[in-house]
């Protein structure tokens, strides 16, 4: 797609490189002539599991997220390591949080989660014929998760009461409700 | 819900303060009794407006994302002003975004887009009767738009070609498709 709005770096200044994130603030012209900063996230990417149970519940984890500083329910989900192909984080991922395997692993979309400001991309797979695996890689060590499995209809409550609260996981919810329509 | 893992935070080290977003770096200890170190961005929240014309097309803007580098195509959306009512947000992003009123504003829900390291909240609306307005307020003078309506088939189009390639967006493309799937 041709760029009509681009906007030409000036300047790029680094302000911090972290462990998952790094920010930088670029100086950019408009396309006007005129000038603006962007405060811009650097992120590694990350992949998302929408993993549908033989008896059709969607497999979730609750865990406690420092940055909305309480506890959220979520589809399995981890940043990519470096080099990582998503599909094999998507697995890994889905077996250290879970304790599942699966049959099957299907690409659905990949999008980015806050291109406002961040770099962030999630890759989200489906995966089917789950299989519990007696034993599964252990989560990283500063990641503790209880594994939650939720009907359509349980996982809709949760958006009600707010317990699931995060795009990727609402994205997987709405997916489910489309999938349920159409085998009507 | 009560937090089983909480993270008790040691330390908070604020990094950068922005226009846009801030970033700290907390050092948190663990359910387990040992530490770790979170990068976290505050973000103020915002809006985004799944605005669907009298003949049922979804209404998207493209613009440059620096984050990205590229151009994207996304449902109307901004970030909320101090204090604002996210409702009235939207309305004003819709207006300034593409020029249109709406009769009608529901919101539909509200999710975070990174919890991983971020607290970005996004209010999601639903609006229909929609009239161009001859005077419509202009978008930000840092910002450049053009209109986009599509119909769902076109939108999925958009999403397989990675035009649409967002959360916020391909959540309410999902949702056109539901509703559709619903309608028969």
Redesign the interface.
């Known amino acids: 797609?041709?760029?009509?709005?681009?906007?030409k770096t000036i300047k790029s200044e680094k302000?911090?490189s972290?462990?998952?994130?790094s920010?930088q603030?670029?100086d950019?012209e408009?396309?006007?002539g005129?000038y603006?900063?962007?405060?811009?996230?650097k992120?590694p990417g990350?992949v998302a599991v929408i993993a549908i149970t033989n008896d059709g519940k969607i497999v979730m984890v609750e865990?406690?997220?420092?940055?909305?500083e309480?506890?959220?329910v979520?589809i399995p989900?981890g940043?990519l390591e470096k080099g990582e192909e998503p599909s094999l984080c998507a697995k890994r991922e889905l077996e250290e949080e879970t304790g599942y395997v699966c049959e099957s692993l299907d690409w659905l979309?990949?999008?980015?989660?806050?291109?406002?400001?961040?770099?962030?991309l999630?890759h989200l797979y489906v995966a089917r014929g789950l299989e519990k695996k007696e034993d599964a890689a252990p989560p990283d060590?500063?990641e503790?998760?209880?594994l939650v499995e939720l009907t359509l209809e349980e996982a809709l409550e949760y958006?009600e009461e707010?317990?699931i609260?995060?795009?990727?996981?609402?994205?997987a919810v709405?997916?489910l409700?489309?999938q349920e329509?159409?085998k009507k």
Chains 1, 2 share one sequence.
């Open positions: 797609m041709s760029s009509s709005f681009e906007e302000i911090f972290g462990k998952i994130i920010l603030v670029d950019v408009l396309p006007n005129k603006s900063k962007r405060e811009l996230i992120h990350a865990q406690y997220r420092k940055a909305l309480r506890d959220v979520e989900a940043k979309i990949s999008f980015y989660t806050s291109p406002g400001f961040a770099d962030e999630v060590e500063d503790f998760v209880t958006i707010r317990k609260y995060d795009a990727k996981t609402a994205y709405q997916y409700q489309l329509a159409l």
